[in-house]
């Protein structure tokens, strides 16, 4: 599970890891297509914004998506498109939700 230091809210994060969920699909067909902008572009996002969510461990993943735009290492694209779904199968079991505040 994450851990945010910039208070964004559980709903926010929760669609947040939906998104990647919608960004592993994108992968897998420029895997298949060998269409490097896709993983630089998703991959460079990825990198820009993981650890805001509390997400240091995709943060990595995000750096070397975008290195596989520069080096066209399928087998390498392969097994990080594996490490990001094992992440996304991990962290989407978790509904985050806001704390119930006493009155």
């Known amino acids: 599970m994450s851990t945010n230091d910039f208070n964004i809210p559980p709903e926010?994060?929760?669609l947040y890891v939906r998104r990647r969920g919608c960004d592993l699909e994108k992968l897998k067909a420029a895997l298949q297509s060998k269409e490097t902008d896709d993983f630089f572009r998703i991959g460079h996002g990825i990198k820009g914004n993981a650890v805001n969510f509390g997400f240091p461990e995709l943060e990595i993943i995000?750096?070397?998506l975008e290195s596989i735009a520069q080096s066209d290492d399928w087998d390498f694209a392969q097994q990080t498109i594996k490490e990001m779904e094992?992440?996304?199968?991990r962290e989407s079991k978790f509904q985050r939700t806001s704390p119930i505040e006493d009155s």
């Open 12 to 14: 926010g994060i929760n």
């Open 62 to 64: 995000g750096g070397h």
């Open 86 to 89: 094992s992440w996304y199968l």
